[in-house]
C-alpha cells in the first residue's frame, strides 16, 4: 500500500465511521434502535465517580454504535483487510469516500 493509498484508507475510515456513529442515512435508524434497547434503566451500568457521582454507561454493544474511537478500530481493521485483498476496487471506494469526507467537512465549514 503506497502513501496514497493509506491516506485515502484513512479518509474512507473517517467517513464510515461518521456514517455508522453520527450520520441519519443510511443506518441512523438501526442506531437508533439499538441505542434505545440499550437504554432502558435495567440494562444501563452505573458507576459512582469521585467528584463527579453517578455515571451511567450504556451497555458494549449500544455503546459502540455512539462512539467514534470504539467502532472506527473495528472499520478500520475491516477496510485494510479489503483494501489488501481488493486493492482495485477499494482504491475507486477510498476516493470517493474520502471525497464525501472532504465535501463533508467544506459544506460544515462554510454553512451559515
Do not use: N
Not at 24 to 43: D, H, N
Not at 74 to 101: D, E, N
Request: proline letters at 6%; charged letters at 15%.
Amino acid at each position: 500500500m503506497t502513501g496514497y493509498q493509506a491516506l485515502l484508507a484513512l479518509a474512507a475510515v473517517a467517513r464510515l465511521t461518521r456514517l455508522v456513529t453520527v450520520d441519519r442515512m443510511p443506518v441512523g435508524w438501526l442506531r437508533t434502535r439499538i441505542v434505545r434497547a440499550g437504554s432502558s434503566p435495567r440494562r444501563m451500568r452505573h458507576e459512582e465517580l469521585p467528584g463527579v457521582g453517578r455515571v451511567d454507561h450504556l451497555p458494549w454493544w449500544a455503546e459502540i454504535w455512539t462512539c467514534p474511537w470504539c467502532v472506527s478500530i473495528w472499520i478500520g481493521a475491516g477496510y485494510v483487510a479489503l483494501c489488501w485483498a481488493y486493492p482495485a476496487v477499494t482504491m475507486w471506494t477510498s476516493t470517493v469516500l474520502a471525497a464525501s469526507l472532504a465535501a463533508g467537512i467544506v459544506a460544515e465549514q462554510t454553512s451559515p
